[in-house]
C-alpha cells in the first residue's frame, strides 16, 4: 500500500528556515520522479519542486529559486524540502506527491506552514 506522510511544517518567522519530510512507504521513492506541491489559502494548487528519478535533475518554481531545495534519502526512503529565508507568501499546505509537476497518483495528507511574526 503507497503511502506518503508529510511533517515539519509549522510556523516560522520570516527570513526563518523549515525542513519538510516526506516518508514513503509500499514503494521505491528513488525509482519515481517526486514532488512537492503548496495551496496557500484561497489560491490553486502550485507546483513547487520537483526531483527526477534515479537522478539529481531538479525543477523549482520561480517563486522559490534560491531558497528551497528538495532531496531524498534513499536509505530512509524519505523525500525533503529545505526551505531558506521563508516570508508570508510561502503560507501554505504543502504537499509531497508521486510525480512530476501536478500529475500524480498519490499524494500525502499535507502539512501546513505558516510564516509570520
Known amino acids: 500500500q503507497v503511502q506518503l506522510v508529510e511533517s515539519g511544517g509549522g510556523l516560522a518567522q520570516p527570513g526563518g528556515s523549515l525542513r519538510l519530510s516526506c516518508a514513503a512507504s509500499g514503494f521505491t521513492l528513488s525509482s519515481y520522479a517526486m514532488s512537492w506541491a503548496r495551496q496557500a489559502p484561497g489560491k490553486g494548487l502550485e507546483w513547487v519542486s520537483g526531483i527526477v528519478s534515479h537522478g539529481s535533475g531538479t525543477y523549482y518554481a520561480d517563486s522559490v529559486k534560491g531558497r528551497f531545495t528538495i532531496s531524498r534519502d534513499n536509505a530512509k526512503n524519505t523525500l525533503y524540502l529545505q526551505m531558506n529565508s521563508l516570508n508570508p507568501e510561502d503560507t501554505a499546505l504543502y504537499y509531497c506527491?508521486?510525480?512530476?509537476?501536478?500529475?500524480?497518483?498519490?499524494r500525502g495528507q499535507g502539512t501546513q506552514v505558516t510564516v509570520s511574526s
Open positions: 506527491s508521486r510525480g512530476w509537476g501536478l500529475h500524480y497518483d498519490y
